[in-house]
């Protein structure tokens, strides 16, 4: 039986894996590390790597921590606040210096409680600051192809999650083009934990291959000033959704994580003009159509 | 006995006699206007200034809004979420172009309801990218003698709040140095409505004179490429501040209020570095040591 070991053993290697694989793709930046203990059981290991030649700022960060259960589960009525727990997953993000290649996210993440519930969630969206059809049928392509391998209706279930979740009510606009999410995957009649695991196993696999690809494919297209702008623009959306809704940065900052990890997804600069709208026939503005939900990318 | 009416009049020429101060000292920048209707009732006058001589990027709005309570006024058991309201006030943040002029926040309204309760709440703090004693010094001084003019206890208390709201948990750091914060202030049998409002109206009246000073006298104090690179970092904690924790912002968000109006306090452009911590001895490590509650500066 799949036990929590293995899979956190797992996960670190695959952090190696993908520094190792963004290190070569970038041919500069090196990943710095930083070690942490969380005072009230476990840690992680931090990987940030900083002014590369393709990423300017990312983060590959594998953490696993435990003790009593945070409140927020008690709420959720999985817990009867008494238990402990074990988390284990990794999470990327990586802000890319050129405004032409997307900026990415993927996280895969394992939970126990000692009262025997477990589950996995994760996913992996993309960020474009321009919108590039291609890049997008691309990416969608390559998670339900992932997808399509274990079930057949992982791919529009877990597409149609992430267009709920990545989504910034207050500009009613998506992150970006989506991708796949999943939470709270466990076992049931017709799905074994080993079957779940390989779920898991073949979205973190998947993340090395697609952004070592678009940041191939995108890295020696040529920009300008304003181009550079915009990027500067979404970029601040990017800090709106982190900061206003995403989970997981609300969960890390409330328990009291470690800062420095869970804002390493905040970009090394971010713009917000007042009021600013992009002239029509720009793609820019062809850009913000497209964030949207329900856009089929495959 | 006073009405909304008047103190809402009296909130716009308030508005016009900032900004027409606000111009003059910055001898550049002109602020445009965007007047906004709310769907549910009501609406504002946004005024925003890009790109002066001393000012980078700053607002001072007006709005006086009407409705069905929100729903987080019946949580707070102040309304059975039957009545209507009408909401009316001032608010105000300027970011500077100079590292060496501070970052400053006013806030003044005015808030009742169809069952006859009404309050009235506001602020000004102070966001020094470097603190420097002696503007901490004049700024708290001023607050306090605009105070004492009202009421001997309200600097105390209300610099106490100051402290206490601008407060970001997960850096351990105050935003800035602080100021003066009141909320549901209602008459009682010590004090009445009229008195209340000339107490606010002091505070609206303190910010011009306040800011203005504080621009003549810094404005022309040189500064190199990394004071610029430490006001950036400074200006990404006061994102981190109003994105995860300003109650005005997220009030505003959740009640599908104007974004670009909520938004205008977010700078013209931020950074985040990495685990960035100044060397011992700099003037960027003394201003982390003061950005602590309960220092007193008068």
Chains 1, 2 share one sequence.
């Not at 009867?80 to 210096?97: C, D, L, M, R, W």
């Not at 998947?206 to 915009?230: D, G, H, R, V």
Request: proline fraction near 3%.
């Amino acid at each position: 039986m799949l036990n929590k070991e293995q899979i956190t053993e797992w996960f670190k290697l695959l952090q190696d894996k993908i520094c190792t694989a963004l290190e070569n793709e970038d041919g500069k930046g090196k990943f710095i590390e930083d070690n942490w203990i969380r005072e009230e059981g476990g840690g992680g290991r931090t990987r940030i790597l900083q002014d590369g030649n393709v990423i300017e700022k990312g983060g590959v960060l594998f953490s696993a921590v435990h003790g009593k259960v945070p409140n927020f589960l008690a709420k959720e009525d999985v817990s009867n606040g008494e238990e402990s727990f074990y988390a284990t997953g990794v999470s990327i993000v990586i802000h890319p210096q050129s405004p032409m290649v997307p900026i990415i996210h993927m996280n895969i993440r394992y939970f126990e409680m000692t009262n025997g519930k477990w589950w996995f969630g994760g996913g992996i969206d993309l960020t474009p600051h321009y919108v590039n059809k291609e890049d997008g049928h691309f990416f969608h392509s390559y998670l339900k192809q992932a997808c399509d391998k274990h079930d057949s209706n992982y791919y529009l279930q877990f597409k149609k999650w992430a267009d709920d979740y990545f989504f910034i009510p207050h500009r009613n606009e998506t992150r970006g083009i989506g991708g796949i999410f999943f939470d709270k995957l466990t076992a049931t009649q017709t799905v074994t934990k080993e079957q779940l695991f390989a779920f898991v196993q073949e979205v973190g696999n998947a993340f090395a291959p697609i952004y070592t690809s678009l940041m191939a494919k995108n890295k020696s297209t040529s920009f300008t000033e304003s181009n550079k702008q915009w990027q500067l623009l979404r970029r601040g959306r990017y800090v709106e959704f982190n900061l206003v809704y995403d989970k997981g940065t609300k969960f890390g900052l409330e328990t009291n994580g470690r800062t420095e990890s869970i804002l390493m997804s905040l970009p090394s600069n971010a713009s917000w003009l007042y009021n600013y709208m992009p002239q029509n026939n720009t793609s820019e503005h062809e850009t913000l159509s497209l964030l949207k939900k329900n856009i089929s990318w495959v």
